[in-house]
């Protein structure tokens, strides 16, 4: 198991900018994508951006192909997901996740796939 804990979280204005931060600790050698999911109040958890920690391909939902950037610091153990151009409706939880899984993921932004979870921090939009 791999322990995450989030950073970077807080109420910016329409228009602007967060950089989220995921550190790992732990089982982290066997550890082969993380990703970046969001969840506001009421609505399902979805993926927004996805890393291949041993090779460094990157994975976005549609959504967020053109705001949102998804990045590793290996010596530093941490993902980050840098957010531009925020806006009200991306107020949300924001969650890291992990996952050890070795065999082909048809949806690298699946939660399914992940099997260690941040406890979140949380990303508020104003306009």
């Known amino acids: 198991q791999v322990h995450l804990v989030e950073s970077g979280g807080g109420s910016v204005q329409t228009g602007g900018s967060l950089r989220l931060a995921c550190t790992a600790s732990?089982?982290?050698?066997?550890?082969?994508?993380m990703a970046w999911f969001r969840q506001a109040p009421g609505r399902e958890r979805e993926g927004v951006a996805a890393?291949?920690?041993?090779?460094?391909?990157?994975y976005y939902a549609d959504a967020f192909q053109d705001r949102f950037t998804i990045s590793q610091d290996n010596a530093k153990n941490t993902v980050y997901l840098q957010m531009n151009s925020l806006k009200p409706e991306d107020t949300a939880m924001y969650y890291c996740?992990?996952?050890?899984?070795?065999?082909?993921?048809?949806?690298?932004?699946?939660?399914?796939?992940?099997?260690?979870w941040g406890q979140g921090t949380q990303v508020t939009v104003s306009s």
């Open positions: 890393i291949y920690i041993l090779g460094g391909s990157t």
């Open positions: 732990g089982n982290i050698d066997s550890t082969t994508y």
């Open positions: 996740a992990a996952t050890d899984i070795r065999k082909y993921i048809p949806d690298y932004l699946h939660r399914r796939y992940y099997t260690s």
